[in-house]
């Protein structure tokens, strides 16, 4: 079917942005306009001539709106293929009046979630004819052209005006795209509100949908294409909807990074610092202001914070940016940024600077997936936490109070590290990370060895994010000079464990909690 010029446009919208302007282009081109309710109040107030759907098809609308273009003469319209004879005469017999625009966009039922709306007012936010049109008009985009989306406006008449009214069937099929992804992820929405009105954690399908909000450079390697997404209603403070301050684009590591690194950040109430190297915690500290945090940070393994991600769980401010502005940082995140901060930051152009506006519930429970070999692997996140009245003494000897607080901080950041995972800490910081190695003793050998020359582990807490299968690993730690170790027992060999802990003279502490993080 060749291209032809728009003489109709059926316009719906409950997202009234850039409509008039929109109209007055289509009118310029002498398109009539069929319209419904406040779309249609809102073309009349602005001087343009409309039709009403219900005098267009000559049945009122019904049911307090649910039932208005749901009708043959709109349907009809929509989907008449133009160069089928017996579609025409189904038209002329029926006085079917070809639609060769549609302009829908859907009920707010995201919106009416978050707003904490009640059910049945979600219920009657569930947009039935505006799919209907979308879907009938981009199946038939041979000839009918559908925007959903106000930012599509501009293209649409841009081509209207070079090519004589027309649009062409490379936009038509772009935008058929675009309108079957918008249905496509209204539905899922819906679909995954009713799992939750059902405490339905795991439906017997599951739709996953996302917004485009950024296509990067490239993946994790630059033969890799990669893009950033969105959920709809997901408004969780992070990395994926921070503001970005400056510097240069995001990078696909950048992104992982920061979100792995602001999510550890979350975990603790006082002042932290993070910072991460290939999504692991390459130095993590409490402190009184956010500056003392950072120094003791750093402290654990400055060879690897070179190039690192930060993230901070309090304002970034002056102290902390004098300091940060001494190193080569890719990405600080932050839930806010002080204005003299910014001044100091700016001196460091490349730095990208997120701010996320608050902090993230690490509570929350939220969905994790990953894709494998045809199809899908989804959990609910790690949210599990433990308190001092969790743990179980185990050992002869019980651990200070100086020695619990520290393995409670370790054993929050184990939980953010690669397994298996070793980490040592001492008096709010962390003095050795060993992270991703396919044996726990090796973790533990090398966080004790890469910290030699820092901050060192005599006199540390150790914690193991699962248990020490023989007694072995915990030996290791014990050498590194660990007092006392937090795991979350469970082994088989459990005795052996508690046992060698004693002969060492250490206090060890069970959490009953594995946080396995691959």
Avoid at 89 to 100: F, G, L
Avoid at 145 to 167: F, K, R, V
Avoid at 362 to 381: D, K, S, Y
Wanted: net charge negative.
């Amino acid at each position: 079917m060749s291209d032809h010029p728009i003489q109709r446009a059926l316009i719906s919208v409950s997202d009234k942005t850039g409509l008039v302007e929109f109209a007055k282009g289509l009118a310029r081109h002498k398109v009539r306009l069929l319209s419904t309710g406040g779309s249609a109040k809102i073309l009349k107030e602005a001087g343009l001539a409309v039709t009403e759907v219900s005098d267009h098809t000559g049945f009122p609308e019904i049911m307090d709106g649910r039932v208005k273009t749901l009708h043959p003469s709109i349907h009809g319209g929509i989907l008449a293929r133009r160069d089928d004879p017996k579609h025409r005469i189904a038209m002329e017999t029926h006085s079917i009046a070809p639609i060769d625009m549609v302009v829908v966009n859907l009920y707010p039922f995201v919106e009416t979630v978050a707003s904490g709306a009640s059910y049945q007012d979600c219920i009657e936010n569930i947009d039935i004819g505006g799919p209907a049109l979308i879907r009938a008009a981009a199946k038939n985009h041979e000839t009918v052209t559908i925007a959903t989306d106000p930012a599509e406006y501009e293209s649409i008449l841009q081509a209207m005006d070079e090519n004589e009214g027309m649009t062409s069937i490379e936009l038509r099929q772009f935008l058929a795209r675009e309108a079957y992804s918008r249905t496509a992820a209204y539905d899922s929405a819906i679909a995954n509100w009713f799992g939750t009105q059902q405490d339905e954690l795991w439906p017997k399908r599951i739709s996953v949908a996302g917004r485009r909000e950024m296509k990067l450079r490239y993946g994790e390697n630059p033969h890799q294409q990669a893009a950033l997404y969105t959920r709809a209603g997901d408004h969780r403070p992070g990395v994926a909807n921070a503001e970005q301050l400056q510097g240069k684009e995001l990078s696909f590591n950048n992104i992982n990074d920061a979100d792995a690194a602001f999510e550890l950040a979350a975990e603790f109430d006082e002042p932290v610092v993070v910072i991460v190297k290939h999504a692991n915690p390459c130095g993590v500290a409490t402190g009184g202001t956010v500056a003392e945090a950072w120094d003791k940070a750093l402290a654990c393994d400055p060879v690897s914070a070179f190039g690192g991600i930060v993230a901070v769980n309090r304002s970034v401010n002056l102290d902390l940016a004098e300091k940060l502005k001494e190193l080569f940082l890719e990405v600080v995140i932050a839930p806010e940024f002080g204005p003299r901060a910014r001044e100091v930051l700016a001196t460091k152009p490349n730095v990208r600077l997120l701010r996320t506006g608050e902090m993230p519930d690490p509570a929350e429970n939220r969905t994790q997936v990953r894709t494998v070999a045809g199809g899908l692997l989804i959990q609910n996140t790690d949210n599990g936490r433990v308190e001092r009245s969790d743990l179980k003494v185990v050992t002869e000897r019980q651990p200070t109070d100086q020695e619990m607080a520290d393995m409670l901080f370790a054993w929050r950041v184990a939980k953010h590290v690669k397994s298996n995972a070793i980490v040592y800490a001492r008096e709010g910081a962390t003095v050795g990370v060993g992270a991703g190695q396919m044996s726990r003793v090796d973790s533990a050998r090398i966080a004790a060895w890469k910290s030699k020359e820092q901050a060192g582990t005599e006199n540390s807490v150790v914690a193991s994010d699962a248990f020490f299968p023989f007694a072995d690993g915990l030996m290791e730690a014990v050498k590194a000079g660990a007092t006392a170790a937090i795991q979350p027992g469970g082994s088989m060999r459990d005795e052996e464990v508690i046992r060698a802990a004693n002969e060492a003279g250490i206090a060890m502490v069970f959490t009953g909690m594995r946080h396995f993080r691959h």
